[in-house]
């Protein structure tokens, strides 16, 4: 059988793509700040909304723009890119705490018994999740919903029957196969693709995935100095939101499947916050993975 065998031969002098090299010329005069409280107000004002609830986020929010805005290795597409994540993260929030608001009912949502798969990176934990979630008992969670759990107010569904939350998430994926097409070969960013529900951390501004979008040794240090159960208490009540809006409003019809490598090293807390979970472990030779 033949192999889709793929070479990198340019690691020592990457060779960008037409579409990247295109992609760098058009911003590269612009100027780019990762500023908090404009980044909060774009988000405001796109939504028209005003409550980010507990404003205890504000102090992660300003870490990573101080650490990702001082870094002068970061060119401008890349925070343009970072300054994009942060903006729809605020957004998300606004739409959780609105949705929050109007139904508290919500909060009483069960997310019971969750499979939730842990391992390290590149060892298996995304198979073993699409194998799991082809199970149509189990509720697992799309890239395109994680990357937007609340629809936006007002929006319609598109001529094609599509969610424009499921457009938006398409739209980056065509362009991450121009700009990067070996990223997209080694980890495959399709909308339906079945995703970490780490993402559903990221408007509480928390997780260790910051780390993975850039070069964040600050970050870093934080998270592991910081209790991480606020994040996955939040992370649970947006499973609630979730599952309520698939029309469980107990939970009790619903059972997660989720995975992220993340919870290998935050196992206690996982526990602490799904008592009742079943977490499967991969196994991979550590240097394997380095080198994947």
Known sequence: MEKNIITIDDLSAPVLTEAAQAAMEMVADMSVALNP?????????????EDFGDMEF????????????????????????????????????????????????????????????????????????????????LRSLPLWESYEPVPTPGEQTEKNGKDPRYERCDGQWQAMQQISPLMAAMHPMNPEHIHEELELMGPDFASYNFEWL?????????????????????????????TWQDGDASGTQTRWVLKCPQHLEQLPVLKKIFPDAIIPITHRDPVSVIQS
């Not at 198979?127 to 799991?132: I, K, W």
């Not at 964040?216 to 939101?241: A, C, G, N």
């Open 37 to 49: 409280d404009d980044i909060l107000a774009e988000a405001k004002d796109t939504l028209s909304l």
């Open 58 to 137: 504000m102090p992660r929010l300003s870490l990573l723009c101080d650490e990702w805005g001082q870094d002068k290795t970061i060119n401008n597409l890349g925070l343009l890119g970072l300054r994009g994540k942060l903006v729809t993260f605020a957004k998300n929030r606004l739409l959780i705490q609105d949705l929050l608001t109007r139904h508290p009912e919500i909060h009483d949502v069960k997310i019971d018994a969750p499979i939730i798969v842990a391992g390290l990176p590149r060892s298996g934990t995304t198979h073993l999740l699409n194998l799991l979630a082809a199970d149509s008992r």
């Open 214 to 242: 850039s070069t964040s040794p600050r970050w870093r240090d934080f998270y592991f100095s910081t209790d991480q159960t606020p994040h996955y208490e939040y992370m649970k009540t947006v499973l609630k939101i979730l």
